[in-house]
Nanobody, 118 residues
Framework: QVQLVESGGGLVQAGGSLRLSCAAS????????MGWHRQAPGKQRELVAA???????SYADSVKGRFTISRDNAKKTVYLQMNSLKPEDTAVYYC????????????WGQGTQVTVSS
């Protein structure tokens, strides 16, 4: 049974930084594409960043140059380093796991709230 457990969310001022972590279990972590999605109030969920098993990455245009996704296969953990945060980054952030960057995720974590104050 796949489990994805996020941590690291919180309240930060605009311009600040946060690092989200997601610990995975119940799957062959190194083979899976891991990602971060977010959902802001009144908006649809959107892909923020993803990283494949071979380390290839993809980012939403809105976060390029500010966010960095990485993974530690030995720890079965994926990270999202978020710098230069903006109020519009406020959302619930979900860790996801799937077969590839271009396909919809198969598993979702419970989400962690990120709030950026102006």
């Amino acid at each position: 049974q796949v489990q994805l457990v996020e941590s690291g969310g919180g309240l930060v001022q605009a311009g600040g930084s946060l690092r989200l972590s997601c610990a995975a279990s119940g799957m062959f972590f190194s083979l899976r594409t891991m990602g971060w999605h977010r959902q802001a109030p009144g908006k649809q969920r959107e892909l923020v960043a993803a990283i494949s098993g071979d380390g290839s990455t993809s980012y939403a245009d809105s976060v390029k140059g500010r966010f960095t996704i990485s993974r530690d296969n030995a720890k079965k953990t994926v990270y999202l380093q978020m710098n230069s945060l903006k109020p519009e980054d406020t959302a619930v952030y979900y860790c996801t796991a799937g077969a590839s960057i271009v396909r919809a995720p198969e598993s979702w974590g419970q989400g962690t709230q990120v709030t950026v104050s102006s």
